[in-house]
T-cell receptor, first 116, second 113 residues
Framework: AQKVTQAQTEISVVEKEDVTLDCVYE???????LFWYKQPPSGELVFLIR??????QNEISGRYSWNFQKSTSSFNFTITASQVVDSAVYFC?????????????FGTGTLLAVQP | DAGVIQSPRHEVTEMGQEVTLRCKPI?????LFWYRQTMMRGLELLIY????????DSGMPEDRFSAKMPNASFSTLKIQPSEPRDSAVYFC???????????FGPGTRLLVL
């Protein structure tokens, strides 16, 4: 069965601090996709990144970076020099590559509060 | 390019009333998904369509829920009759194919009194 675990329910940091959001996944598939979405207080779900299981290269986009490690089944997300606008709920999600369903399996989300 | 469009953004209704949620996917996307978000259950897939055809509706909670996609640019999710436990945020998402990223609409916040 597929499962995504985001053990950190809430994280509070002060602006300019670095913060890492953890994501651990379980799947029996050898090929799969991993995603991060952001849900700001306004409520929409904003796509941040997609990685496939063949590509373990870390990715950096501005202040955001992602560390994908198949050996530990983790796909962690780091925000460098956090800002108040980063305050949101962040969801990690998993989808298998060629399964019978296109269901995204979401974690329970991590609420990040960045204090000024 | 416009993203996924949902209407209404907010809906307040009384128990027993019919509720219809609407979605316009991103142009050219062949897959459309309906998700529900609640505090208790998080984000869960209700149903998805491929080329306007329902493929998997195993997540639809019960017969009170129905979804249609009459054409490539429009889908509805209907609840009849509505109950207070249906209160949630309902998201529509679309993707170009079954392996591409799902892009979400702004959601409809439904409150059933």
């Amino acid at each position: 069965a597929q499962k995504v675990t985001q053990a950190q329910t809430e994280i509070s940091v002060v602006e300019k601090e670095d913060v890492t959001l953890d994501c651990v996944y379980e799947t029996r598939d050898t090929t799969y996709y991993l995603f991060w979405y952001k849900q700001p207080p306004s409520g929409e779900l904003v796509f941040l990144i997609r990685r496939n299981s063949f590509d373990e290269q870390n990715e950096i986009s501005g202040r955001y970076s992602w560390n994908f490690q198949k050996s530990t089944s983790s796909f962690n997300f780091t925000i460098t020099a956090s800002q108040v606008v980063d305050s949101a709920v962040y969801f990690c999600a998993l989808r298998d590559y060629g399964g019978a369903t296109n269901k995204l399996i979401f974690g329970t989300g991590t609420l990040l509060a960045v204090q000024p | 390019d416009a993203g996924v469009i949902q209407s209404p953004r907010h809906e307040v209704t009384e128990m027993g009333q019919e509720v219809t949620l609407r979605c316009k996917p991103i142009s050219g996307h062949d897959y459309l998904f309906w998700y529900r978000q609640t505090m208790m259950r998080g984000l869960e897939l209700l149903i998805y369509f491929n080329n306007n055809v329902p493929i998997d509706d195993s997540g639809m909670p019960e017969d009170r829920f129905s979804a249609k996609m009459p054409n490539a640019s429009f889908s509805t999710l209907k609840i009849q009759p509505s109950e207070p436990r249906d209160s949630a945020v309902y998201f529509c998402a679309s993707s170009f194919n079954d392996r591409e990223t799902q892009y979400f609409g702004p959601g409809t916040r439904l409150l059933v009194l």
